[in-house]
């Protein structure tokens, strides 16, 4: 069974981009994924082919439309395979996880909606079951460079796309740790050299020494992350208000 994205987007020309080349490019040639995408404004109900509309309340900008995406994402639903989830990228969704990534990657596939404007009106979220997502706390102008991003990291994971590669338990995040630094030839570059361990041939010393350097980088660049794995509570900001200060 092949993985199924269906992309809903004002912007369909930027794909499949990235995702056309390399590992993911080959798979998609050979069925191992498919990618199908969705212009929103052909569900447009006017002779404008208006998308968005403003916003209740006042403010800036424009927002999507609920009936107009609502009609794309039924007809996408019905088009392509059953029970895929349907994925709105927002940075006002859940940041993405690797380990929602493997499970994404281990079903159907998915419908990924692509926000564009101020945002989504709020109604469709809850009337079609949409879970919104987010790549990172940062603004991008709509969410289609968010779509590659979670399409390139669950096509990467499908059996056979990585090769011998593939996905091992060293990789970052799959342990909750980030994962030990690389090294190559040569062994000496600009007066720096590889770790003596590395050329040492001790599986099992090299084995250790990798432990130990993701538990240093992580416990360093990702408190967050190193928190969790050592089931250590993560000190509030200094001055931060503590709920109980309310
Ligand atoms: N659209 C705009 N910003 C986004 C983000 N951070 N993640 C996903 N989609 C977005």
Redesign the pocket.
């Known amino acids: 069974m092949s993985f199924a994205a269906t992309v809903l987007t004002l912007y369909p020309e930027i794909f499949p981009g990235p995702l056309g080349i390399s590992l993911a490019g080959r798979a998609l040639a050979e069925g191992t994924w498919s990618l199908g995408t969705v212009q929103i404004r052909d569900f447009a109900r006017d002779r404008h082919r208006s998308v968005d509309d403003t916003p209740a309340g006042g403010g800036a900008g424009m927002v999507l439309r609920a009936d107009v995406l609502a009609a794309a994402i039924d007809n996408a639903a019905v088009d392509g395979p059953p029970h895929r989830p349907i994925l709105a ?3 006002r ?1 859940a940041c993405l996880t690797q380990s929602r990534i493997r499970m994404l990657a281990s079903g159907p596939g998915v419908i990924v909606l692509c ?1 564009r404007f101020e945002g989504i009106d709020e109604r469709l979220f809850e009337a079609r079951g949409i879970e919104q ?11 289609e460079v ?1 779509a590659l991003v979670l399409l390139d990291a669950c096509v990467r994971l499908l059996p056979g796309v990585m090769g011998a590669a593939s996905s091992g338990d060293d990789e970052s995040f799959e342990r909750g740790l980030l994962e030990y630094p690389h090294y190559t030839r040569p062994v000496e570059w600009e007066g720096r050299t590889i770790p003596e361990v590395l050329r040492s041939g001790d599986h099992a010393k090299i084995a250790g020494w990798r432990q130990a350097q993701a538990e240093i980088d992580t416990r360093s660049r990702r408190p967050d992350l190193w928190a969790r794995h050592s089931g250590a509570r993560v000190q509030p900001p200094s001055g931060a208000r503590h709920e109980k200060d309310e």
């Open positions: 990228m927002t940075p969704g926000g997502v987010s790549i990172g706390d940062y603004v991008l102008s709509g969410g968010g």
